[in-house]
């Protein structure tokens, strides 16, 4: 299935933020690969806000620096500003999703064709998706849903939910349940987040690596990103 193995690692990162910067470097480490979806319209802007007293900052990318930031991973689709799709007419829709495609590809070089649906709550549905699907060249988009499983759920590509959010109270059962997995059939793990949620709390980044160090140099196990893994 992924170069002969039957199990595959996928991470996918939301929103573009400066915190991607040390994402990266830390799963480049150990030999880990990511999707990031990025908000073309908000590239380079500033934004922040208060949990437990703590300040997070949620600033983006800078458009010129996407190509250095993200070499090695992957690109993909968020919509050009962070709407709920579900909320707009089909006409807006589209174009939230094209240009958005249309100006990352501009800026990394290379056809993007992957997604992330933006926003909590219901942020997709079958009308989005067929949308999307009959519009435009993306071939998949991630909502927010956990499966908590590793089934590949090859028919629903364009509402494919993920194993689960890296901050999940269930993370270390289900890590450790796929890297004991014996299979003869394609398992994915695919762990989502937003890389500013880790500037939570100090223990946070910390956790994440010892995640990435656990995950990385298996053997039996396939590391790419969404697009590697999924098409």
């Not at 589209?94 to 958005?100: A, F, K």
């Not at 435009?136 to 494919?160: A, G, N, V």
Request: aromatic share 10%.
């Amino acid at each position: 299935m992924w170069n002969g193995k039957k199990k595959a690692i996928t991470f996918s990162f939301d929103d573009g933020v400066l915190q991607d910067i040390r994402c990266v470097e830390i799963l480049n480490k150990y030999g880990l690969k990511a999707t990031f979806n990025l908000n073309s319209g908000t590239l380079g802007t500033k934004d922040a806000y208060e949990e437990n007293g703590r300040r997070i900052c949620r600033d983006k990318v800078r458009a010129s620096a996407v190509k250095t930031v993200y070499a090695g991973h992957e690109v993909a689709v968020h919509t050009l500003t962070h709407p709920n799709l579900t909320q707009l007419d089909d006409e807006t829709v589209i174009r939230q999703v094209s240009v958005d495609r249309r100006l990352l590809e501009e800026l990394c070089g290379y056809p993007v064709v992957g997604m992330a649906y933006p926003c909590g709550g219901v942020n997709n549905d079958e009308r989005v998706a067929a949308l999307i699907r009959d519009n435009t060249p993306i071939r998949y988009s991630r909502t927010i849903t956990s499966t908590y499983s590793f089934e590949l759920q090859k028919d629903h590509l364009l509402q494919f939910h993920s194993t689960l959010h890296f901050l999940d109270a269930r993370l270390q059962e289900t890590v450790d349940r796929f890297l004991a997995l014996e299979t003869d059939e394609p398992q994915l793990l695919y762990i989502w987040g937003h890389t500013y949620e880790l500037d939570k709390d100090d223990f946070l980044w910390e956790n994440f690596e010892k995640l990435c160090q656990k995950l990385a140099n298996r053997a039996d196990i396939f590391y790419g990103t969404n697009k590697e893994v999924l098409l």
